[in-house]
Nanobody, 112 residues
Framework: QVQLVESGGGWVQPGGSLTLSCAAS????????MRWYRQVPGKERSLVAS???????TYVDSVKGRFTISRDNAKNTVYLHMNDLKPEDTAVYYC??????WGRGTQVTVSS
């Protein structure tokens, strides 16, 4: 059974940093493309960052230079390192295994 469990969310002031983690189990992690999405109330879930099996990465323009996605295949974990956080980064962040598996999400709130 596939499980994706996010952690690391919370409240942070603008300009602060957080690192999200997603612990994966139930599948061959090293062979899976992993992604982070986020969603705010009333809007669709949107892609934030993606990391391939050879660790190639892509980002949505709004987080380039501030967020870094990484993976540790030995720990079956994918991370999202978030720096210089802005209020517009406030959302529930979801871990995603391509194509169809999702975690339950972790809330990130950026406010003063």
């Amino acid at each position: 059974q596939v499980q994706l469990v996010e952690s690391g969310g919370g409240w942070v002031q603008p300009g602060g940093s957080l690192t999200l983690s997603c612990a994966a189990s139930g599948f061959l992690f090293k062979n899976s493309v992993m992604r982070w999405y986020r969603q705010v109330p009333g809007k669709e879930r949107s892609l934030v960052a993606s990391i391939g099996v050879t660790a190639g990465t892509t980002y949505v323009d709004s987080v380039k230079g501030r967020f870094t996605i990484s993976r540790d295949n030995a720990k079956n974990t994918v991370y999202l390192h978030m720096n210089d956080l802005k209020p517009e980064d406030t959302a529930v962040y979801y871990c995603h295994r391509v194509p169809n598996d999702w975690g339950r999400g972790t809330q990130v709130t950026v406010s003063s």
